[in-house]
């Protein structure tokens, strides 16, 4: 039986909007009702377009966020409430690798240093035990010991990523949480940034949590996909199930968009009308309403539930939800 190493339940995030004219205090509901868990081992992957929430649901994870509402569990304990200090002992085995490592890496120290302050803010070793460590992990990604000593613009995007990778790596997390770690590579760095986090994945026994805007992406790393849209989500399944039978329209829009290698395959590309609504005011029933071409006057008002209907299929979607 699979393990469950994480929960997300009714997890909401809203920060508050600007306004500039008084009235009523509104709210920017990045993260709007979702719930999901994430299997030991496993690689599950939050999809949609910029703005959906995905990443918002990550930080939100790691506390980065304070969420709003809802339960974060891990490993059984509520983790939602817990203070600075509570936390930090699950910040270890929570980490993060984000689209560019490179702001977050101080310009002027060199990767060796910038690493072993990871492990003493955590108190982890002495100073001789700190840098083995980082050596050791430095060679687990791929470098050299000479890259000890580098500053970070010396490295290349991919070789950047791969130091976000070590950073999280040396705490010896259980899970972490890849936030669009390729999106700004070039497309044959992207698979070897992908293939090293499939076998660190295996190394390490970590469990992911990959997010991302590309469906193309995920479909060879994830388990398990769950498609996001203006906060909520909206589909999830096993990666096979998603690409052989998508249910839900956007999933179906999302997936049309995909360039398909060979051109004698021909794919309708499903044009969505309009823009994504604004997350502050968000339309009151489906989500994905004014822009559906299958919409109906139940989806105006009547918010749809995901729900299990085809096993380990759920679909938030009145076209099947009866
Ligand atoms: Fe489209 Fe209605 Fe289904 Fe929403 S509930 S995806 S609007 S058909």
Partial sequence: MNEKVLEV?????????????GGEKKFVKAVND?????????????????????S???????????????????????????????????????QMV??????????RKRVGRILEETLKIHN????????????????T????????????????????QRIGLARALIMNPDIIICDEPVSALDVSIQSQVLNLLEELQNDFHLTLLFISHDLSVVRHISDRIGVMYLGKLVEETSTDEIFSNPMHPYTKALLSSIPVPNPAIKREKIKLKGEIP??????????????????????????PEL????????VACHLYNN
């Avoid at 339940?9 to 004219?21: D, G, R, S």
């Fill in 141 to 160: 990604v791929g470098f050299q010991d000479e890259h000890y000593f580098r500053f970070p613009h010396e490295f290349s995007g991919g070789q950047r």
């Fill in 278 to 303: 604004s997350p502050i005011n968000p339309p009151s029933g489906c989500v994905f309403e004014t822009r559906c071409p299958f919409a109906f006057d139940k989806c105006k008002t009547v918010i």
């Fill in 34 to 54: 979702i719930s999901f868990h994430l299997n030991k081992g496993e690689t599950y992957s939050l999809v949609g377009e910029s703005g959906c929430g995905k």
């Fill in 56 to 94: 918002t649901t990550g930080r939100s994870i790691l506390r980065l966020v304070e969420p709003t509402d809802g339960e974060i569990i891990y490993l059984g304990e509520p983790i939602t409430k817990l203070g600075n200090k509570e936390m930090m002992p699950i910040r270890r085995k929570l």
């Fill in 124 to 139: 982890i070793g002495d100073k001789e035990e700190r840098t083995q460590k980082v050596m050791d992990i430095l060679s």
């Fill in 307 to 314: 729900m299990e209907n085809v096993p380990d299929h759920k």
């Fill in 98 to 107: 984000f689209q560019d490592p490179y702001s977050s890496l101080n310009p």
């Fill in 9 to 21: 339940k009714n997890l909401k995030t809203y920060f508050p909007a600007a306004n500039t004219f």
